[in-house]
C-alpha cells in the first residue's frame, strides 16, 4: 500500500510534469488552445486540461475537503487555467496533511443513481491524478495533429528529480 511519503511525492512528480506542459503551452496561439476536435478528450487543450482540474476539484474539494469548487462553464484562457491548477495545488497540500487522509476511514459517495458507496482519501488523490495522465496523453496527441509536437518531456523528471 502507498505510504502518505509515497502519494506526496506522486503528487509533486506530478505536479512538476504539468508544470512542464504549462510551460510548452504559454508561447502557443490562443487559437491553437482554443481548437476543438470531438475526439480529443474535452474536444481542445483548453477545455480537456480545465476538465482535469475540476476533476481534482470535485474529488478531492468537494468530496474529501468538503469545500466549495466552481466549475468552469468554459475554458477561459491559459492564466486562467495555470490559476486554477494553483488551487488545484493548494487542494492537494491540504489533503495530504487533512486528518481524513490520516485515519484512513472511508467517506460516503452518493453516485448519480444513488446507491451510496464508500470512496478512500488515497483514492480521492490518485484518481485524479491518473486521471490526468489519462487526458494529458490526448492533449499531447491533439498538439502533434495541430503541428506543435511537444519539446519538453511531460513524462519523465528531469535528472535528480524535481
Not at 482554443?34 to 486540461?49: A, I
Amino acid at each position: 500500500m502507498l505510504g502518505m511519503t509515497d502519494l506526496a511525492f506522486l503528487v509533486q512528480q506530478t505536479q512538476g510534469m504539468r508544470h512542464n506542459l504549462l510551460s510548452f503551452l504559454k508561447p502557443l496561439p490562443a487559437d491553437v488552445l482554443m481548437t476543438s476536435l470531438p475526439e480529443y478528450g474535452q474536444g481542445g487543450v483548453l477545455s480537456t486540461l480545465t476538465h482535469v482540474a475540476d476533476c481534482y476539484g470535485g474529488w478531492i474539494g468537494q468530496t474529501m475537503l468538503e469545500e466549495e469548487w466552481v466549475f468552469a462553464e468554459k475554458p477561459d484562457d491559459l492564466p486562467a487555467l495555470v490559476e486554477r491548477f494553483e488551487r488545484v495545488d493548494a487542494l492537494l497540500e491540504r489533503a495530504l496533511a487533512c486528518p481524513r487522509m490520516q485515519s484512513g476511514e472511508g467517506l460516503p459517495y452518493t453516485r448519480q443513481s444513488g446507491e451510496v458507496i464508500q470512496v478512500f482519501p488515497r483514492w480521492l488523490v490518485l484518481h485524479p491524478l491518473t486521471h490526468e495522465f489519462h487526458h494529458k496523453g490526448q492533449v499531447v496527441t491533439l498538439l502533434r495533429k495541430l503541428g506543435h509536437p511537444i519539446t519538453v518531456d511531460v513524462d519523465l523528471p528531469p535528472p535528480g528529480g524535481w
